[in-house]
């Protein structure tokens, strides 16, 4: 008896994985956008609430669950943005007829569906919505702190390559009212580097840091813009141009022939 009662839970285990992780087709997700319409779906993230921590520091549970959302948020938008393209194409050719206003105000309905993808993501995998969306944000700000993280750098190359040329000109200086203003200056340049120094980490780049063990910082920011782009691919490539610019400004910064 007890083998049998094994074998039952173990094949019921079996059927929940299968079930689980079965992939959500067009069809399904266009009939959970029918069977919770948006202002249910809005009311019932209201009633989630979310005390985040003061450090604004994310934890790695909070990344993984930002991450399998993100993707299930991918197809959410897929879906209601197909569906907005179509009716857009039956308003433009019913148009001003009866018809075509009904087409537009199911139009606004997709419009809905696909801003609100994120949260019925979260909803449908189990989350706190409102845990998530302070999650997202985040992780979106560490993003955004990456992408203009190579300009900041060429900066401080191209301040520490100047500091560089005035030390040159003071240690060869041979009048000594010209040796003591470039020391002055010098002085200047300590001081600025020491009032910008952190204290300690804050919390951007402790989440970039942290994020950056399951990706690239830089493809957050890519996925959330890729719900909008034209064409598939668009938004992952401005990100790498991005990366590639950043990396140029660094090495024209730091290149000691310039």
């Known amino acids: 008896m007890k083998l049998s009662i094994r074998i039952v839970v173990l094949l019921i285990a079996a059927l929940s994985v299968v079930a689980c992780g079965k992939e959500k087709s067009e069809k399904d997700i ?3 956008f029918q069977k919770k319409g948006t202002r249910e779906l809005i009311e019932q993230a209201s009633k989630d609430s979310y005390d985040s921590p003061e450090d604004g520091r994310l934890t790695e549970s909070q990344i993984e669950m930002y991450l399998k959302v993100r993707e299930a948020e991918k197809k959410y938008a897929q879906v209601a943005r197909k569906e907005l393209e179509e009716r857009a194409a039956k308003i433009k050719e019913k148009g001003e007829s009866v018809s075509g206003m009904i087409e537009a105000f199911k139009g606004l309905g997709s419009v809905a569906d696909f801003a ?7 909803q449908e995998l189990g989350y706190n919505t409102a845990e998530y969306m302070w999650v ?4 979106l700000e560490a993003s955004a702190a990456a992408a203009t993280e190579g300009f900041r750098e060429a900066g401080n190359a191209s301040l520490n390559k100047m500091r560089k040329q005035i030390q040159d000109q003071h240690d ?40 950056s063990k399951y990706e690239n910082v830089l493809n957050a920011l890519a996925q959330e813009w890729s719900k909008y782009e034209e064409n598939e691919g668009d938004a992952e490539e401005a990100m790498q141009n991005i990366e590639e610019q950043n990396k140029k400004a660094v090495a024209a910064a730091e290149d000691p022939g310039q």
């Open 136 to 139: 997202k944000g985040q992780v």
């Open 116 to 122: 609100t993808a994120d949260i019925r993501a979260a």
């Open 172 to 211: 060869n200086a041979t009048d000594p009212v010209v040796k003591e203003q470039l020391g002055k200056l010098l002085e200047q340049y300590e001081q600025q580097a020491e009032s910008v120094e952190p204290e300690e980490e804050d919390s951007v780049t402790y989440n970039r840091k942290l994020l």
């Open 30 to 32: 266009s009939a959970e």
